[in-house]
């Protein structure tokens, strides 16, 4: 089976940039999304197809994929980014997600 | 904006069927795929499978044999079937609209989700 595998924590300080990953075996010929899950919420799409936001996801979200590894950009984080982050991507007619990664802004 | 909403029992006894129903809103289900997605209290997503509005699925191989998954049009709904559960299917259900490529899907929106324990 297919997996992707992401740090199960990331801390940032509030202005700073945070960058989440994910990696998975030849990942960059896939196509990666990203959802944020804030507690007791449900997920939210902000990033598909690797580098495209959703209507409505700010601008600091942007995402990259490339080689083994997709990953997640939040510039200028805010503290309303806190949340567990999600990679996503498609295997042989499975869905894989990563394991998750929180993301702690202090 | 198209809303999703899941509705099903609140607990499920062990060796008994999980039946759940999410209705869609303020948009139709057809020409979409649409999924159940399942997420243990404190832990990771899973997908459990996906269905077309033309009733087509794609099941995870690792729950396949204990899965259906159907839609009605009539009713904009569709609905998830799990057979012989087990503490281990204790959950938070998630339906999603399903965005469905040749090698790419993602999820958007997603519902609310229900928390279905399973308990004696």
């Known amino acids: 089976s297919y997996d992707l595998t992401q740090p199960p924590s990331v801390s940032v300080s509030p202005g700073q940039t945070a960058s989440i990953t994910c990696s998975g075996d030849k990942l960059g010929d896939k196509y990666a999304s990203w959802y944020q899950q804030k507690p007791g919420q449900s997920p939210v799409l902000v990033i598909y197809e690797d580098r495209k936001r959703p209507s409505g996801i700010p601008e600091r979200f942007s995402g990259s994929n490339s080689g083994s590894t997709a990953t997640l950009t939040i510039t200028g984080t805010q503290a309303m980014d806190e949340a567990d982050y999600y990679c996503q991507a498609w295997d042989i007619n499975t869905v894989v997600f990563g394991g998750g990664t929180k993301l702690t802004v202090l | 904006q198209v809303q999703l909403q899941e509705s099903g029992p609140g607990l499920v006894k062990p060796s008994e069927t999980l039946s759940l129903t999410c209705t869609v809103s303020s948009g139709s289900i057809s020409n979409y795929f649409w999924s159940w997605i399942r997420q243990p209290p404190g832990k990771g997503l899973e997908w459990i499978g996906y269905?077309?509005?033309?009733?087509?699925?794609s099941y995870n191989p690792s729950l396949k044999s204990r899965v259906t998954i159907s839609v009605d049009t009539s009713k904009n709904q569709l609905s998830l079937r799990l057979s012989s559960v087990t503490a281990a299917d204790t959950a938070f259900y998630y339906c999603?609209?399903?965005?469905?490529?040749?090698?790419?899907?993602?999820?958007?929106?997603w519902g609310q989700g229900t928390l279905v324990p399973v308990s004696s």
């Open positions: 269905i077309s509005y033309s009733g087509s699925t």
């Open positions: 999603a609209r399903t965005h469905n490529g040749y090698d790419r899907t993602w999820f958007d929106p």
